[in-house]
T-cell receptor, first 114, second 109 residues
């Protein structure tokens, strides 16, 4: 089954404790991206990747890191989480072609930073 | 001006009604347009792509007006199951995807 697998589904942590949210897709998609969703602000892009070793900042990259060492994986790293990073996070992938085609989303990660 | 703007709603409509949502975008170079549906705190799912010629999928019709830089979604014969938030999504080129904040629809029995 074609899917984007995102883990964990829920995460509660404390300020400053490094964490990683994993994202994996099995569709051989070139394009992957991370979003955060906050009430009244919609989904905002954090980082995206066009292919292995190719990543770029989205609209809200501060406080986040990503890596794309393999085509299927695109982890999101918070080196020193802060309470303002409490949010609902989504990973997505797509075949890129001449533009972003249908985005496949993971089930989301609800992160709470205390 | 926001890159993509939507009326947040909520739109409360009775079953069987026709409802329309609009979405405006600021980047005239935008290339691709989509409507996604999101149920409460779940992942967004593609409802339909939006083409210049307009397109229809059952009770749903999407239109694009490049001159005025807006896209629309029309839902006919609303069902209770249509209750959700509808997200306008714009691909601004260079794989830069921007989401609107969403329009909430509540279909009432």
């Amino acid at each position: 089954e074609a899917q984007v697998t995102q883990n964990p589904r829920y995460l509660i942590t404390v300020t400053g404790k490094k964490l990683t949210v994993t994202c994996s897709q099995n569709m051989n998609h070139e394009y992957m991206s991370w979003y955060r969703q906050d009430p009244g602000l919609g989904l905002r892009q954090i980082y995206y990747s066009m292919n292995v070793e190719v990543t770029d900042k989205g609209d809200v990259p501060e406080g986040y890191k990503v890596s794309r060492k393999e085509k299927r994986n695109f982890p999101l790293i918070l080196e020193s989480p802060s309470p303002n990073q409490t949010s609902l996070y989504f990973c997505a992938s797509s075949s890129s072609g001449t533009g972003v085609e249908k985005l496949f989303f993971g089930s989301g990660t609800q992160l709470s930073v205390l | 001006r926001k890159e993509v703007e939507q009326d947040p709603g909520p739109f409360n409509v009775p079953e069987g009604a026709t409802v329309a949502f609009n979405c405006t975008y600021s980047n005239s170079a935008s290339q691709s347009f989509f409507w996604y549906r999101q149920d409460c705190r779940k992942e967004p799912k593609l409802l339909m792509s939006v083409y210049s010629s307009g397109n229809e999928d059952g009770r749903f019709t999407a239109q694009l007006n490049r001159a005025s830089q807006y896209i629309s979604l029309l839902i006919r014969d609303s069902k209770l199951s249509d209750s959700a938030t509808y997200l306008c999504v714009v691909d601004g080129g260079y794989q830069k995807v921007t989401f609107g904040t969403g329009t909430k629809l509540q279909v009432i029995p």
